[in-house]
Structure formats: structure tokens, C-alpha cells
């Protein structure tokens, strides 16, 4: 960047230009920090929140496979399992449903908890069983992406880094290959992008619909359906904060692309 300021020519427009991507720069790299900033703590609140509740003994004391099963089988979705994970399979996979194998897949201190955490969790997993039952095409697009989009966000830095060194070593640092793969670091972030989307909106919606089996099941009490919302709620906003960080991250780096291309032409 500093590259492209000292090359450009001086004229009011060019310092009109460079201004204009100085206060980018300068907001962008302020809202990255503090979004930054914001998530971790978040994170602390959720994973604070998810402990709390995984101490707290439902009245009904059935574990999170228990409710799971009997709401699948007051629903109709006879044909969806729930399976147990074991540590390695629970720390890739999660608590989550898988439409392919219509299977719902819970940890082992999810699994075998009667807890609001546990009972709060099963619940919304057996929501999105029902919506991916009732023909919800979200579940299954989000699921298929996840499988390609996982190590998206991870992706980036090594792309661009691998441009910077090819640069070099062919094109005597001209940044043709620098663009390239920045680019499809991009658009391999625009992947990641539509998923945090259809995390956000699949969640939510399976939030709701559990707050709504919990009550008609009477699987917890009032108090515990309020606990069950605020722990709900804490992982939308997790959701919520990841997508806008996500957007921030997007426009930094098209400011990127666009500041190497504007450099490389004035080398031309």
C-alpha cells in the first residue's frame, strides 16, 4: 500500500483518491479490532452461559438423547437416529444434524446430560430434523457448503502469502499472482460468508420452533424455557457478530485487490 501513495501522481484527483483509501483503511482496520474484540468476549459470555446451564438439573431429568428421541417420535421422524460422538468426531462435528444421514449427532455431554443446556440443544437439533423433513432446503444447502466452506476462513492468508512468494520468484514482483489468489481467497470467503447467512437464519428459526416443542412437550419447566431462550439468544448474537465481522473482512480486502492493481498499473 505505502508502494502504491508514493507512486501515484499528485494531481487533486489522485489525492482525492488516496484520502478517500487512507479513511477506508483507517475505519476498516478500527472495526476489524473492535469486532474482534467484541466476538472474543462474546465467545467468553456464550461458553459462560453453556456451563451455567449444563450444571442446571431439568425437573424432568431425561438426558439430551432422551428428549431428543421422544420428540422425534411425537413429531412422526421415525426414520432420523440420534448418535452419540466421541471426542474427536464431537470437536469437528458439534452438536449438530446431519440431513444426508438424517442423524442427529449430540456430545457426550450433551448426549448423556439431563440439563437445560443438553435438553435446550437436543431440542433445537430435533427442529432442524423436522424442518429439513418438511421439505426447509436450507438445512441441506448449509450442510453441503459446510463440508466445502469449513476451512474457508483459514484459507486467505496462506493464498495471499503463496501470491506474494510466486510474484518474486516468476514475475519480479509485479503482484499477478498476488491478485489472482487474492481473489479467490475472496470468493472462497464469500463461501464462508453464505454459510455464517444460513447458519443465521436455519438457528434462528430452529430456535424458535424448539421454545415452541419444549412448551407443548412440557420437557421444561417455565423458568428452565426462559434459561433455554437466553442461551438461544447468545448463540444468534454470536451468529449475528460473525456475520458483520465477516462483511468488514470482505471490503478490507477488495480495498487490498484494489490497491496492488492500482499499484501494478502505474509499475506498467
Known amino acids: ?26 475505519v476498516i482496520v478500527v472495526a476489524l479490532a473492535a469486532l474482534s474484540l467484541i466476538s472474543a468476549v462474546w ?11 449444563n450444571k442446571q438439573q431439568v425437573a424432568v431429568n431425561m438426558t439430551g438423547s432422551q428428549v431428543a428421541e421422544k420428540m422425534l417420535e411425537g413429531l412422526g421422524l421415525t426414520d432420523v437416529k440420534v448418535e452419540k460422538l466421541g471426542f474427536w468426531k464431537g470437536l469437528f462435528l458439534g452438536n449438530s444434524y446431519s440431513p444426508k444421514k438424517k442423524t442427529i449427532r449430540l456430545r457426550s455431554n450433551i448426549y448423556d446430560k439431563a440439563s437445560v443446556t443438553a435438553v435446550a440443544l437436543a431440542t433445537q437439533k430435533v427442529a432442524i430434523a423436522k424442518r429439513h423433513h418438511d421439505g426447509d432446503k436450507k438445512v441441506a444447502v448449509r450442510a453441503a457448503l459446510m463440508k466445502v466452506g469449513y476451512f474457508a476462513p483459514f484459507s486467505i492468508l496462506p493464498l495471499i502469502v503463496l501470491g ?13 499472482f498476488t491478485i489472482i489468489l487474492t481473489i479467490v481467497s475472496v470468493l472462497y470467503f464469500l ?14 428459526q430452529a430456535c424458535n420452533s ?30 449475528v457478530i460473525e456475520f458483520i465481522y465477516d462483511i468488514v473482512y470482505i471490503l478490507w480486502t477488495l480495498i487490498k485487490v484494489f490497491v496492488t492493481v492500482a499499484g501494478n498499473k502505474d509499475k506498467k
Open 43 to 53: 465467545k467468553w459470555v456464550l461458553v459462560a452461559r453453556y456451563n451455567r446451564y
Open 210 to 239: 424448539a421454545l415452541e416443542f419444549m412448551k407443548t412437550t412440557n420437557v421444561l419447566t417455565e423458568d428452565e424455557i426462559k434459561d433455554a431462550k437466553a442461551l438461544y439468544k447468545t448463540y444468534i448474537t454470536d451468529y
Open 164 to 176: 506474494v512468494i510466486l510474484d518474486f520468484a516468476l514475475y519480479n514482483g509485479l503482484n499477478i
Open 191 to 204: 463461501l464462508s460468508f453464505i454459510i455464517v447467512i444460513l447458519n443465521l437464519k436455519v438457528e434462528k
Open 1 to 26: 500500500m505505502t508502494n502504491f501513495l508514493l507512486a501515484v501522481d499528485t494531481t487533486d484527483n489522485s489525492i482525492a483518491i488516496i484520502e478517500s483509501v487512507l479513511v477506508g483503511v483507517i
